[in-house]
């Protein structure tokens, strides 16, 4: 499996998307830090606007992306049908796919945590450092967990690039619209509906719970959950999705 993890990292490193992508992690918080310095924002509060526009929009819609450039080539290709007269079963390599995309998704959040740290220097705060690390590594692994329905229908379905690219583009827009609302007018309505239990909605009230919230966001304290209880939702979750993800893609025609 670590080499099948190994052999994906070397095809992406041909891939200009990947570096693009991950600069796009490390420099989208440099516009958010002037505009936080101007307002005089405390730090948590540029934090939250990296962590809605950042992830909450861009990175399913990166990992979207990222999925079609990881499954689909092997497919078109016949790569794919050359490499299962190794003994490597298709699960496996859906498995390494995956893991990859799960590894990706936490460099992503690293990098613009990185960035947002030094933009901590100029807002002038003592900051707990290794509570932002933690929770960039926990939302690395949470939201590829939300962005599996998208990984798992390019894995599964996938026939072209446009088509799932555009698949993942609308995937990552409502993604972002959810969050959005959420901190708007509607914000309560919506958590108090069965859309809360969505995926991208739970991991914004964990969010929610984790850092602290100005008075006028307190009202939003009893829809909160803690990191135990999303991530025991986010692996029956995960566990469910990849399941039936790796049903169909060892049924997947070649």
């Known amino acids: 499996l670590l080499k099948l993890i190994h052999c994906e990292?070397?095809?992406?490193?041909r891939r200009k998307f990947v570096a693009m992508s991950m600069g796009v992690a490390f420099l989208f918080p440099i516009p958010i830090l002037f505009l936080a310095i101007r307002q005089e924002q405390p730090f948590y509060?540029?934090?939250r606007m990296v962590f809605i526009f950042g992830e909450m929009l861009f990175l399913p819609c990166v990992l979207g992306i990222l999925s079609t450039m990881i499954f689909l080539p092997e497919t078109e290709e016949g790569v794919l049908k050359n490499i299962l007269p190794i003994p490597v079963g298709k699960v496996m390599i859906f498995s390494?796919?995956?893991i990859t995309l799960l590894i990706l998704s936490i460099v992503y959040c690293l990098l613009e945590l990185s960035i947002s740290?030094?933009?901590s220097y100029f807002v002038r705060e003592n900051l707990q450092i290794a509570s932002f690390i933690w929770f960039s590594i926990l939302n690395g692994i949470f939201m590829f967990a939300a962005s599996l329905p998208v990984i798992v229908f390019t894995a599964a379905f996938g026939k072209n690039f446009t088509l799932s690219n555009i698949i993942s583009f609308i995937y990552s827009v409502t993604c972002f619209a959810l969050a959005y609302i959420c901190l708007g007018q509607g914000g309560e309505t919506l958590l108090?509906?069965?859309?809360s239990v969505l995926p991208i909605v739970t991991v914004f009230k964990w969010y929610l719970g984790y850092f602290p919230l100005e008075p006028r966001l307190q009202r939003y304290i009893p829809y909160t959950i803690s990191t135990t209880e999303i991530m025991i939702y986010m692996m029956i979750f995960s566990f469910v999705v990849l399941f039936i993800g790796a049903i169909i893609y060892q049924k997947k025609e070649i």
Request: proline residues 0%; hydrophobic residues 55%.
């Open 45 to 47: 509060m540029l934090f």
């Open 96 to 98: 390494s796919k995956c």
């Open 9 to 13: 990292f070397l095809k992406l490193k």
């Open 192 to 195: 108090k509906t069965q859309m």
């Open 117 to 119: 740290l030094v933009a």
